[in-house]
């Protein structure tokens, strides 16, 4: 079965962090590059991160650079994103998504990839 399941979201206070996973199965995911993107009520989907396969070569938003770490558990066949000194702007629904091997310089754009996952809750708030 061909399967990303993201977990890890919540509610957390500003400048609180949250450790996002990304579970694969049904393929490996280490041929593969996964992406991160967001979406919030009212906002086009936003692509927030991305990690290549063979390389690990990685990319962020301009929004979560310095603030985000993006990472890979081949073992685990498991990405995650580490979000730190979070905001209430980064309130949204978290996606993963499958891409082929590199991320590339168009990683941000949604329709480069081909499997997405279900999506896990952040909600940043006092």
């Known amino acids: 079965q061909l399967q990303l399941v993201e977990s890890g979201g919540g509610l957390v206070q500003p400048g609180g962090s949250l450790r996002l996973s990304c579970a694969a199965s049904?393929?490996?995911?280490?041929?593969?590059?996964i992406g991160w993107f967001r979406q919030a009520p009212g906002k086009e989907r936003e692509g927030v991160s991305c990690?290549?396969?063979?390389?690990?070569?990685?990319y962020y938003a301009d929004s979560v650079k310095g603030r985000f770490t993006i990472s890979r558990d081949n073992a685990k066949n498991t990405v995650y994103l580490q979000m730190n000194n979070l905001k209430p702007e980064d309130t949204a629904v978290y996606y993963c998504?499958?891409?082929?091997?590199?991320?590339?310089?168009?990683?941000?754009?949604?329709?480069?990839?081909?499997?997405w996952g279900q999506g896990t809750q952040v909600t940043v708030s006092s």
């Open positions: 998504a499958r891409k082929s091997r590199f991320c590339g310089g168009y990683y941000y754009r949604s329709d480069n990839y081909d499997y």
């Open positions: 990690v290549s396969s063979s390389s690990g070569s990685t």
């Open positions: 049904g393929f490996t995911l280490d041929y593969y590059a």
